[in-house]
């Protein structure tokens, strides 16, 4: 290691080395330190200490090691090398005073660095009562900041109060000693102006004392804060001992004794008496106010909430579940059938395991409701848990405990907001769950839902296995095929189709017109909706397969029915209840609740609330509910050639599927439209084989399809379609636009076909025939297996259609079609 003295003497020229700087800035008067690591800054060392020592000290404004011109600010600070050190690794450490600002006026790239000219910059030392008033206050900042920073010595306060007649000097001295950001520093540098770079640097100086002033008022609430929680721990551990002293019982500061007695009092299994015991012991050793402590209690109190034993006595009544079930809900024959055969098993056997049902169906079916209604039966308590967009596998089993934050999954969640070990769970749209990085929720309840394994049930988070069997599992889901396999297989089935158009109206009549007119405040008054009305309603604006729209329509009559009563000036009584005025009963009466004696209506006035009566038809539903949003008339009447009605399922329930064809002069071949899916165009393909191999079967040219485009289409293109059931509709189709010759009037039509001819089963017989009498289609062709799903219809709509069967293709198209357009048999 070599050292240098600062050498006295030496000429000067008129440039200099330049050194860039990268997280200094150094002003005039001030001495720092300059690490020189690169080749860049050791070449221009090396040619100041070979000359007169002075460099020029430029800020840098990127972190290039090889900085150009547009690298450097202009304005630097020409600066004194007073000490060398050249380490071993030939890295220098210079020691630098600073001496005149300057700005650069020319480079000279020399090999390995710049060489500079510089001009100082001056400027006007005029002491103008504002500069002394702006030097005052800078030197009352620094002073006050210093107090606040202990790190400033106070020789460097002194220097500053003795600066008189120098605001540059001042400047340069006060940023030499606080720390400033980079580019605030540069920028104060640069200034020329010293009324301005007084102003500047006031501002920055008050911003910095702010910040410290700040960061000691936290500071100093910490320390409070550890102090206080120190003295209470002190104070703690001498009760403690003044306690065993005196030979006194603690007053049991931890919650653990309190604790210890509530879990006794639970009597938990063995292995969760063992395992929380072992916590709450772990409890005792803890402070307070360590964090530990709170997760442990936390965690005992979880025990101690959860119903380990308690259970509600099952209703074993099979005629009142039965009369309470259908109050809640109207028809639903299947589900109702099987709670009232597991309340008849109850009565021959004590212990039996909780069925796991699923409820699949469109929306609106009732399928949610019927879980709340189940619970009313049996007595049981009720909770749903909505599995709706749940993708984390711990939404399920919960989390380890030593997550900060950590609870039980939402199973048992629900299960300590039930109160009971047996209640009736619904686990709502257990289609819709989906997966990703963080685990599958579809296999955590895999164990949820196997009787088999649901006795020992193990969340995360309790790490002790939790008796599930005795819970009433209901599932609900639209679409089945949603539903892993695995998860499907450990549940019983029970599809809830859509309901008739007679099921509507009873639906309607005996439940949604009481609930919504007594949840828009008109129970009092005399609302009477005719069926006409309720059939409109019905048929112009709706199409659905459940009810809910239905619900939505009727209560945006009644809505408007009681504006028009409020605008009237018909107001129920003040004391009524919300009780319905029963014929011949006086409002004052219904208030009071006495019902032996019928105040006749002619005894006296009519009150407002008895004068409001309002009795709707037909006319008077598209009055409130403006033009009718379904014309079936318009749509599904009629028939012409090229056009064939199929029927199709989809996870909101069955509904009418129009195939178009048309036949023109081209070289294409087949078109398909319509956003079909490959089964689908697969079915398309087939259908138009089968036509070519048996056109001698039809009045049709061997060579038919020669020269000719066939375009099939699908209205509705902008939704997907699939599946393999629309291969009769879409032959039958063809034929029809082939011939000129179109399908029998008011014909839907199913059912798979194959090349050799034959009509295969299809699946949701019930949903598609329903649809098919919804939208008023009269005749019905099935293939000739599904026959026997016929049995599950209404008779409303059995007894309103007509079923024809076919085994093979060619049976179906005679049914479709006249006699004529066949050949005869020879």
């Known amino acids: 290691m070599k050292l240098f003295d600062m050498a006295i003497?030496?000429?000067?020229?008129?440039?200099?080395?330049?050194?860039?700087?990268?997280?200094?800035?150094?002003?005039?008067?001030?001495?720092?330190?300059?690490?020189?690591?690169?080749?860049f800054t050791r070449a221009a060392i090396d040619a100041a200490m070979a000359e007169d020592r002075r460099i020029f000290l430029a800020p840098q404004k990127n972190l290039n090691s090889q900085?150009?011109?547009?690298?450097?600010?202009?304005?630097?600070?020409?600066?004194?090398i007073m000490q060398s050190i050249r380490l071993p690794d030939e890295s220098i450490r210079v020691l630098v005073e600073g001496r005149d600002r300057a700005v650069i006026t020319t480079y000279t790239q020399r090999e390995g660095y710049f060489r500079v000219e510089a001009k100082k910059i001056r400027s006007a030392e005029e002491i103008s009562p504002l500069i002394k008033s702006l030097m005052r206050t800078v030197g009352e900042s620094f002073k006050t900041y210093a107090a606040l920073n202990k790190k400033i010595p106070a020789d460097a306060v002194a220097a500053v109060e003795r600066v008189d007649r120098q605001p540059n000097r001042l400047v340069d001295l006060v940023c030499s000693h606080v720390p400033f950001k980079l580019d605030k520093r540069t920028e104060l540098l640069a200034e020329a102006d010293i009324e301005r770079r007084l102003h500047l640097l006031a501002g920055e100086i008050s911003c910095e004392i702010e910040i410290l002033e700040l960061q000691q008022k936290i500071s100093l609430k910490v320390k409070k804060r550890m102090e206080k929680n120190q003295r209470e721990f002190f104070l703690h551990e001498q009760i403690k001992e003044i306690n065993k002293e005196l030979g006194q019982e603690p007053e049991d500061p931890t919650g653990v004794r309190e604790l210890e007695t509530k879990i006794k009092e639970k009597n938990l299994p063995l292995e969760a008496h063992e395992?929380?015991?072992?916590?709450?012991?772990?409890?005792?050793?803890?402070?307070?106010?360590?964090?530990?402590?709170?997760?442990?209690?936390?965690?005992?109190?979880?025990?101690?909430?959860?119903?380990?034993?308690?259970?509600?006595?099952?209703?074993?009544?099979?005629?009142?579940?039965?009369?309470?079930?259908?109050?809640?809900?109207?028809?639903?024959?299947?589900?109702?059938?099987?709670?009232?055969?597991?309340?008849?098993?109850?009565?021959?056997?004590?212990?039996?395991k909780g069925p796991i049902l699923c409820l699949a169906g469109p929306p609106g079916t009732?399928?949610?409701?019927?879980?709340?209604?189940?619970?009313?039966?049996?007595?049981?308590?009720?909770?749903?848990?909505?599995?709706?967009?749940?993708?984390?596998?711990?939404?399920?089993?919960?989390?380890r405990k030593t997550y900060v934050g950590a609870l039980p999954g939402k199973i048992l969640q629900s299960m300590r907001k039930s109160t009971s070990r047996n209640p009736v769970f619904l686990l709502d749209e257990i289609d819709k769950m989906s997966s990703d990085f963080r685990g599958d929720p579809a296999s955590a309840l895999l164990e949820v839902l196997d009787p088999q394994q649901n006795s020992s049930f193990m969340d995360h988070y309790l790490e002790v296995s939790y008796d599930l069997s005795d819970v009433m599992f209901i599932t609900t889901a639209n679409s089945l095929h949603k539903i892993p396999y695995a998860l499907r297989d450990r549940m019983e089935v029970i599809e809830i189709p859509g309901y008739t158009e007679y099921e509507k109206l009873k639906i309607a009549e005996g439940f949604l017109l009481p609930r919504q007119i007594a949840e828009n405040g008109l129970a009092w008054a005399n609302i009477r909706f005719k069926a006409e009305a309720i059939r409109e309603i019905i048929h112009s604006y709706t199409m659905e397969s459940g009810v809910r729209g239905l619900?939505?329509?009727?209560?945006?009559?009644?809505r408007k029915i009681a504006r028009e009563a409020v605008s009237k000036g018909r107001l129920p009584p003040a004391?009524?209840?919300?009780?319905?005025?029963?014929?011949?009963?006086?409002?004052?009466?219904?208030?009071?609740?006495?019902?032996?004696?019928?105040?006749?209506?002619?005894?006296?006035?009519?009150s407002p609330a008895e004068a409001f009566s309002v009795t709707l038809g037909a006319k008077s539903v598209h009055r409130y509910l403006g033009n009718p949003k379904f014309k079936r008339d318009k749509l599904y009447q009629g028939s012409w050639v090229g056009l064939a009605y199929g029927l199709a399922w989809t996870e909101l329930g069955g509904t009418l599927l129009p195939v178009e064809?048309?036949?023109?002069?081209?070289?294409?071949?087949?078109?398909?439209?319509?956003?079909?899916?490959?089964v689908m165009k697969e079915s398309a393909l087939t259908a138009f084989s089968y036509l070519k191999s048996h056109a001698g079967a039809?009045?049709?040219?061997?060579?038919?399809?020669?020269?000719?485009?066939?375009?099939?289409?699908?209205?509705?293109?902008a939704i997907p379609k699939d599946g393999p059931s629309a291969g009769v509709t879409i032959t039958a189709a063809v034929l029809s636009a082939l011939s000129g010759i179109t399908v029998g009037p008011g014909f839907a039509m199913t059912g798979e076909i194959t090349l050799a001819g034959r009509v295969l089963p299809v699946g949701g017989i019930k949903e598609k025939v329903l649809a098919a009498h919804r939208n008023g289609m009269k005749s019905v062709l099935l293939p000739g297996e599904n026959a026997d799903d016929l049995e599950e219809l209404p008779k409303e709509v059995t007894s309103a259609t007509r079923f024809f069967f076919a085994q093979t293709i060619l049976e179906a198209l005679k049914i479709l079609f006249p006699a004529e357009l066949f050949r005869a048999e020879k």
């Open 9 to 39: 003497g030496r000429a000067s020229s008129p440039d200099m080395p330049l050194v860039p700087l990268r997280d200094i800035v150094v002003f005039p008067g001030m001495v720092a330190p300059v690490f020189a690591s690169g080749g």
């Open 67 to 80: 900085p150009k011109e547009e690298d450097l600010h202009t304005t630097g600070c020409i600066g004194c």
């Open 275 to 352: 395992k929380v015991l072992k916590e709450v012991h772990r409890l005792e050793k803890l402070q307070i106010f360590s964090p530990e402590a709170g997760i442990l209690r936390t965690y005992a109190e979880w025990f101690i909430d959860l119903p380990w034993n308690e259970k509600t006595e099952d209703n074993r009544d099979i005629e009142a579940a039965s009369r309470i079930m259908d109050e809640d809900h109207y028809g639903l024959k299947k589900p109702k059938d099987r709670i009232l055969d597991f309340i008849a098993v109850r009565q021959l056997k004590e212990k039996v």
């Open 366 to 399: 009732g399928k949610t409701s019927l879980g709340r209604s189940v619970a009313r039966c049996l007595g049981r308590n009720f909770v749903r848990m909505s599995l709706g967009g749940v993708r984390d596998e711990a939404e399920i089993r919960g989390h």
């Open 551 to 558: 619900e939505r329509e009727i209560a945006h009559v009644i």
């Open 575 to 606: 004391a009524f209840d919300g009780r319905q005025v029963l014929p011949g009963e006086s409002p004052a009466a219904a208030a009071s609740g006495q019902t032996e004696n019928p105040v006749p209506q002619a005894a006296e006035e009519p």
């Open 661 to 678: 064809a048309a036949v023109f002069d081209g070289p294409t071949g087949l078109i398909l439209t319509g956003h079909l899916g490959d």
């Open 698 to 717: 039809f009045k049709l040219s061997p060579d038919f399809y020669q020269g000719k485009d066939i375009h099939v289409h699908v209205p509705e293109g």
